[in-house]
T-cell receptor, first 113, second 113 residues
Framework: QKEVEQNSGPLSVPEGAIASLNCTYSDRGSQSFFWYRQYSGKSPELIMF????GDKEDGRFTAQLNKASQYVSLLIRDSQPSDSATYLC?????????????FGKGTTLSVSS | ETGVTQSPTHLIKTRGQQVTLRCSSQSGHNTVSWYQQALGQGPQFIFQYYREEENGRGNFPPRFSGLQFPNYSSELNVNALELDDSALYLCASSPLAGGDEQYFGPGTRLTVT
């Protein structure tokens, strides 16, 4: 059973702080890793993807990937109340790119002003 | 907004009935995936369509079936509805058969009573 694990939270941070969201996955063959943001009652929105070990930065967001440890993280700098949402980690399983995304259950982030 | 549209937005059905959900993919995207998201869970992969053929399927029974049309739009059909089928049904499109990034539509909220 290929799995993606996330702490459900809630993760609470004050406005302006760094929020750190973590994810582990079980399939060593996974090649692609994604972070989605989902506001309550809405559909998931793709905010970051990463394919190679190391860091990838996009504005206030940084995705970090360590394939040896099977670990993906998302850092949100200068957190804003509008960042309050559920963050879903997703992994493209196996070697058939595009076949399926396996999602974690999500981590709920609450940013207080 | 991703350009992926779904209809209807909400639907209420009775156990045992059949339902058809529709999705139009983003312009330039030829691959459509369907996911089921129960409350408090991450999306679960149902199946994917590429060039009108099923291109991968998750752990869902045969009463979940689909179609893709030449214009890349897609349908999800569910027969013999069960109470546990109540969920948010998400359609996601991606630009290539091997393309990893998937962009979600707004979803259809199905309630089975």
């Amino acid at each position: 059973q290929k799995e993606v694990e996330q702490n459900s939270g809630p993760l609470s941070v004050p406005e302006g702080a760094i929020a750190s969201l973590n994810c582990t996955y079980s399939d060593r063959g996974s090649q692609s890793f994604f972070w989605y943001r989902q506001y309550s009652g809405k559909s998931p929105e793709l905010i970051m993807f990463i394919y190679s070990n190391g860091d990838k930065e996009d504005g206030r967001f940084t995705a970090q990937l360590n394939k040896a440890s099977q670990y993906v993280s998302l850092l949100i700098r200068d957190s804003q109340p509008s960042d309050s949402a559920t963050y879903l980690c997703a992994v493209n399983i196996g070697h058939q790119a595009g076949t399926a995304l396996i999602f974690g259950k999500g981590t709920t982030l609450s940013v207080s002003s | 907004e991703t350009g992926v549209t779904q209809s209807p937005t909400h639907l209420i059905k009775t156990r045992g009935q059949q339902v058809t959900l529709r999705c139009s993919s983003q312009s330039g995207h030829n691959t459509v995936s369907w996911y089921q998201q129960a409350l408090g869970q991450g999306p679960q992969f149902i199946f994917q369509y590429y060039r009108e053929e099923e291109n991968g399927r998750g752990n869902f029974p045969p009463r979940f079936s689909g179609l893709q049309f030449p214009n890349y739009s897609s349908e999800l059909n569910v027969n013999a509805l069960e109470l546990d089928d109540s969920a948010l049904y998400l359609c996601a499109s991606s630009p290539l058969a091997g393309g990893d990034e998937q962009y979600f539509g707004p979803g259809t909220r199905l309630t089975v009573t």
